[in-house]
């Protein structure tokens, strides 16, 4: 007992120094999604190109990315060139959401800097973004075949995120196939 | 100086607690009735700002906070229950959107750990003490007192 009561500064301080260090890497924005293995939600919304209308049946089919994106978002330019880039390279069906944007600003958007979406939504009100937990733009979803969400990630994709985080996952459902 | 910093923390917590009540009337949503209007209130405490994550989107001005107001507006509207509300938030944006988390097996620590830390900190100082006293009672025996008598007589 004696002794064991000289070890316990010591014994604090490795609990405290564990959980102390463990905060230094754990982001407390980087939040699970509530919506991981349920089907996509059930929508009905105009694309901003066209105006065709759209329904969550038309995602389904492939493993797929749906964007989250808008043109007040100033990250999302960022990332506007790696999705291009993805959509060159690999092939995968890129669907976005336009998040609570003015779609005039929208379809520039698309015009000027290239089109990597298969169509994007127009969500003006915002209403798919709360079915989809959204709480900012950008973010990606990873949906299954069977238009099932599989992944969220919050944040600009940059090529580490892609390579690290993402890709693997898409992989992995492809080979489900 | 420590009036100062007297008068300095008065100030502060008037101004925390009048923040909350000026902001949680911001919107001007007209309600069909005055207890839809308490239980909107009521509701805006209970939830987090997903995106600032350390208030409550009664305190925020983000606008996810904004459109989560609306959303809470619109069902108390269409009559949704409080409990049926907070679960529409929780399906989508996860046991985080509680303000005050539930009890449950991951947060039960959060919850009942400060309690623990108090008995062990209670059972550790009562040890202390016990040792301490048993320390201070226990004088010197027959035979330790006559050598100590020895030492005075040989002086």
């Not at chain 1, 939504?121 to 950008?138: F, M, N, R, T, W």
């Not at chain 1, 973010?139 to 985080?165: M, P, S």
């Not at chain 2, 305190?59 to 107001?69: F, T």
Request: net charge positive; aromatic share 12%; with cysteine.
């Amino acid at each position: 007992m004696q002794r064991f009561i000289l070890f316990l500064p010591v014994i604090i301080f490795l609990v405290l120094g564990f959980f102390l260090y463990r905060g230094l890497s754990v982001d407390p924005t980087k939040l699970p999604s509530a919506l991981i293995n349920r089907p996509f939600p059930m929508f009905t919304l105009p694309t901003v190109l066209n105006g065709d209308i759209k329904t969550e049946r038309d995602l389904q089919g492939q493993v797929a990315l749906v964007n989250v994106w808008a043109t007040w978002c100033v990250s999302c330019k960022v990332e506007h060139a790696y999705l291009l880039k993805i959509q060159n390279t690999t092939k995968l069906p890129i669907y976005g959401i336009n998040y609570k944007d003015n779609n005039a600003k929208a379809q520039r958007w698309l015009e000027t800097y290239q089109n990597p979406f298969e169509f994007s939504l127009a969500d003006q009100e915002g209403s798919l973004g709360i079915e989809l937990g959204v709480y900012g733009a950008p973010e990606t979803f990873i949906i299954d075949k069977n238009g099932r969400l599989q992944y969220r990630y919050a944040g600009v994709i940059t090529e580490q995120i892609w390579q690290d985080e993402l890709k693997p996952i898409i992989d992995k459902l492809k080979e489900l196939d | 100086m420590k009036k100062n910093i007297f008068h300095f923390f008065i100030l502060s917590v008037t101004f925390c607690w009048h923040s909350t009540i000026v902001v949680a009337s911001i919107d001007g949503y007209v309600f069909s009735n005055g207890t839809l209007e308490k239980r909107y209130q009521t509701l805006n405490q209970l939830l987090r700002c997903p995106k600032c994550q350390n208030q409550t989107i009664a305190d925020s001005n983000a606008p996810i906070a904004k459109d989560l107001r609306q959303q809470i507006y619109k069902m108390l509207e269409s009559n949704y229950s409080n409990q049926q509300i907070i679960e529409f938030m929780v399906a989508r944006y996860g046991e985080f959107v509680r303000y005050q988390p539930v009890l449950n097996k991951p947060t039960w620590l959060l919850w009942f750990g400060p309690i623990i830390f108090l008995f062990v900190a209670i059972f550790i100082i009562s040890m202390l003490i016990k040792k301490s006293k048993r320390q201070t009672t226990v004088g010197f025996s027959a035979d330790e007192l006559k050598k100590l008598h020895d030492i005075e007589n040989q002086l």
